[in-house]
């Protein structure tokens, strides 16, 4: 093996490597830091937060839809009250992205993925007329009553989909009782038939 394509390769671990520390980085959790143990939290990098009475959560579940011209990335939280908590990241659609997604979903219809390339190609230049060219990056939520959503919808913004997807592995392994850390190969056994740990646990996205 050459000494160049030993160094492209150590140049391409370390890179992973980087990536995936980020990732790991985007969102971090304390269990047992709330004196509460029935409610978990969340708090956002903008100063926002939100806490949860943890027996009241039905639902956790994670998706990704276009709404326009954006591309959105999104945590569903749902519970037994009026509320429904809703996690978001959004960016204009990015064609390229759009085309890989159709191919995958309809294998059999290359005209109709390359359809909605082009639809997404014009989204895009739309987009870059107008003032709201570039939403990475924004925390804030926008909301036009009863355009956008409704009363009992609480939501949030997160600026990178790292940080979606770091909170939601997290927030996944708690509700369902398993671990995202490779500690929990440590633990005792015993603990496998405890409930799952969201109740008294704090989420925090990183700035």
Not at 22 to 50: C, M, P, Y
Not at 160 to 169: A, H
């Amino acid at each position: 093996m050459g000494i160049a394509t030993m160094k492209a390769k150590f140049i391409i671990a370390v890179f992973i490597s980087a990536l995936a520390a980020f990732k790991a980085l985007a969102a971090e959790r304390t269990q047992d830091a709330l004196n509460q143990k029935s409610i978990f939290g969340i708090s956002f990098e903008n100063g926002a937060s939100v806490y949860v009475n943890s027996a009241t959560v039905t639902s956790i579940s994670k998706q990704e839809y276009i709404l326009g011209t954006l591309f959105v990335s999104e945590i569903v939280i749902d519970t037994t009250g009026n509320s429904q908590i809703r996690i978001y990241n959004s960016s204009p659609l990015d064609p390229t992205k759009i085309k890989e997604k159709m191919r995958k979903v309809l294998p059999t219809q290359a005209q109709a993925a390359a359809e909605v390339a082009s639809y997404a190609e014009m989204a895009k230049g739309h987009i870059e007329d107008t003032s709201q060219m570039n939403l990475s990056g924004v925390t804030s939520v926008y909301k036009e009553y009863p355009v956008t959503t409704h009363s009992k919808t609480l939501e949030f913004a997160v600026s990178t989909p790292e940080e979606l997807d770091s909170l939601y592995e997290l927030l996944i392994a708690d509700f369902t009782g398993t671990s995202a850390s490779k500690d929990s190969d440590k633990k005792d056994k015993s603990d496998d038939s405890k409930p799952a740990k969201l109740g008294g646990s704090l989420y925090k996205i990183k700035e």
